[in-house]
Nanobody
């Protein structure tokens, strides 16, 4: 059974930075796409960033391009989301998610769905 455990959320002032981590267990981590979604109150769920198993391919939502960076350490079965220049609109619960393979069409098209999810970590940006 795949398990994903997020950490690193918290309260940060606008303009600040946070790094989220997601530790994975129970699966073949290095062959899976890893992604971060976020859910803000009264907004649709958003695919924030995704990274291929090798780390060679990444994708970002337009809203975070240039500010967020997704990375992974397959030796540690961990994926990260470095978030810089945070603003109020980034306030949300951030979820780690995964699925086998890399479906570039769905990922770049924003329609990719995950097979497994973490429980989320809350990020609050104060203005």
């Amino acid at each position: 059974q795949v398990q994903l455990v997020e950490s690193g959320g918290g309260l940060v002032q606008a303009g600040g930075s946070l790094r989220l981590s997601c530790a994975a267990s129970g699966g073949i981590f290095s062959s899976n796409t890893m992604a971060w979604f976020r859910q803000a109150p009264e907004k649709e769920q958003e695919l924030v960033a995704a990274i291929s198993g090798s780390g060679d391919s990444t994708s970002y939502a337009d809203s975070v391009k240039g500010r967020f960076t997704i990375s992974r350490d397959n030796a540690k079965n961990t994926v990260y989301l470095q978030m810089n220049s945070l603003n109020y609109e980034d306030t949300a619960v951030y979820y780690c998610a995964t699925r086998a393979g890399w479906d570039s069409a769905r990922i770049y098209g924003g329609t990719w769905t995950a097979a497994y999810w973490g429980k989320g970590t809350r990020v609050t940006v104060s203005s």
